[in-house]
């Protein structure tokens, strides 16, 4: 239910075609809430068609012509409501957490070399984060909107932090951690 919510934010901060947002979804939203292209499509076409967003009007008929769309009151009603509304968190999910706690009764083989590959990919995006930290929010830009989109980035730099110090410290540990029994 959230990839039509993150599609009215993303058109409500700026009337985009479906091309324009699938990019600024590469660069900013999808960094939190991931969409491939063909969803991001088939969601504006629902949205549309619910009369929460409208193409707006071409300047000159064209056929193939990208359409650049608006969000409508509805859509803003929408937003509104659904940004309101309280959800639980969720439950995490991680792949590496299952594969290490099946390491435990099957064996670590290949585990090592994978953790070194998380960390990189983690300190990667780390680094990009505060890139983007260092571009964007520099020390007096600190409106209300400015605050809570830091407020979003400060969440993406505080996951990586601890993703970067667990994985060492995971690789700290790994070297002395025992076969199972029986392998």
Do not use: C, N
């Not at 239910?1 to 699938?22: R, V, W, Y």
């Amino acid at each position: 239910m959230s990839l039509p919510h993150a599609i009215l934010t993303a058109l409500m901060e700026k009337p985009s075609s479906g091309l324009e947002l699938t990019r600024r979804f590469d660069r900013s939203i999808g960094y939190f809430w991931s969409a491939t292209h063909q969803q991001i499509y088939r969601e504006l076409g629902k949205l549309e068609t619910g009369g929460l967003i409208r193409a707006l009007p071409a300047e000159q008929p064209a056929r193939g012509q990208k359409k650049a769309y608006e969000v409508l009151p509805a859509g803003r009603a929408e937003l509104a409501r659904w940004t309101a509304a309280a959800q639980d968190p969720k439950p995490m999910r991680d792949v590496m957490l299952l594969r290490l706690r099946a390491a435990a009764v099957v064996g670590t083989a290949g585990l090592e070399a994978d953790l070194r590959r998380h960390l990189e990919l983690h300190e990667q995006q780390l680094a990009e984060y505060r890139e983007i930290e260092r571009r964007d929010f520099p020390p007096g830009k600190d409106g209300p909107e400015d605050r809570l989109r830091h407020l979003v980035l400060r969440a993406g730099i505080d996951l990586e932090t601890f993703w970067t110090q667990w994985l060492r410290r995971a690789l700290t540990d790994f070297p002395d951690m025992p076969a199972p029994e029986g392998l």
